[in-house]
């Protein structure tokens, strides 16, 4: 089952003096790229967090965000009160003035406010640890559901790209017959007489020049596998992404080869499918 890089997940977990919410978004990307936010007390826990999303997210633009709500009386905030108080004297030297005017601005002076740094409570870990977690299958739900979508789409297009080709098999006939004609009526137009078996040799040599037949073959088998590479266990875009890429290149000689307007015009459509197969397969982890 193919997936999706495009995911959004969440987790909101309601602790005695804090409400922390887990957020995660990802995009397309060639690589993994995870942008972490948190505040700087889970800083330390980072690195586990990143092993985290490699390991299950493995590719995309990821965004990671951990933020704290404090609900309760739990602040890593606190007043110095000595040096608060130190600040309020040496203001009374300096100006006359209520106390609470004087407190307003010594509160406001250097290290009146004093943050301390808590150690992360491992307890408090776990729970979050699990939000993660849940955040994580969150999005990778998103992910396969976008990525059914995706496999129907590209399905339509495969089925659309076989019909076309069918349509290119059975008129290949009339295109080797018109090159045919337009070889023999441009041998009468100069009124030349040639000999007829050296003629023969060349005219089939020309024609072989213009034969298809193997990249028919090859464009079938590849269509083929490109729909065995949708139906497999894993999701790998690298792979579809490859296998494109070798439906382009026949589609392409076809094209080159096909000296027939009708033809032409298929290829043409064959084409525009295979862009925009190409434009979604970004999108396939």
């Not at 889970?42 to 951990?66: C, M, N, P, Q, T």
């Not at 010594?106 to 992360?120: F, G, H, K, N, S």
């Not at 045919?180 to 137009?189: H, P, Q, S, T, V």
């Amino acid at each position: 089952m193919i997936q999706s890089m495009t995911g959004y997940g969440k987790s909101v977990l309601q602790l005695p003096t804090k409400k922390i919410s887990i957020e995660l978004k990802s995009l397309n990307s060639k690589n993994l790229d995870v942008n972490a936010r948190m505040p700087s007390m889970y800083r330390a826990k980072e690195l586990d967090i990143r092993k985290l999303l490699a390991k299950h997210l493995v590719r995309g633009k990821i965004d990671f965000s951990l933020y704290v709500e404090i609900t309760g009386e739990d602040t890593s905030s606190k007043i110095n009160k000595t040096v608060v108080n130190e600040y309020i004297k040496q203001l009374k030297d300096v100006v006359d003035g209520d106390t609470t005017e004087l407190l307003k601005m010594a509160i406001r002076l250097p290290d009146a406010v004093a943050t301390e740094r808590d150690d992360i409570d491992e307890e408090e870990w776990v729970l979050i640890s699990n939000g993660i977690n849940e955040a994580v299958s969150k999005i990778l739900t998103y992910r396969k559901d976008e990525g059914a979508i995706l496999k129907q789409d590209f399905l339509d297009r495969i089925t659309v790209l076989k019909r076309l080709l069918e349509d290119v098999i059975a008129m290949d006939p009339d295109r080797i017959d018109g090159v045919r004609a337009r070889l023999e009526k441009g041998i009468a137009d100069i009124k030349e007489k040639v000999d007829e078996n050296r003629f023969e040799q060349e005219l089939v040599y020309y024609i072989e020049k213009f034969d298809i037949t193997e990249e028919k073959v090859r464009l079938d088998n590849h269509l083929d596998y490109f729909t065995k590479a949708l139906n497999s266990e894993d999701s790998n875009g690298k792979k579809l992404g490859f296998i494109s890429q070798e439906i382009g290149r026949e589609i392409n000689t076809i094209g080159s080869k096909s000296n027939y307007a009708p033809m032409q015009k298929l290829v043409v459509q064959m084409k525009d499918e295979l862009e925009k197969i190409k434009e979604q397969l970004l999108n396939v982890l």
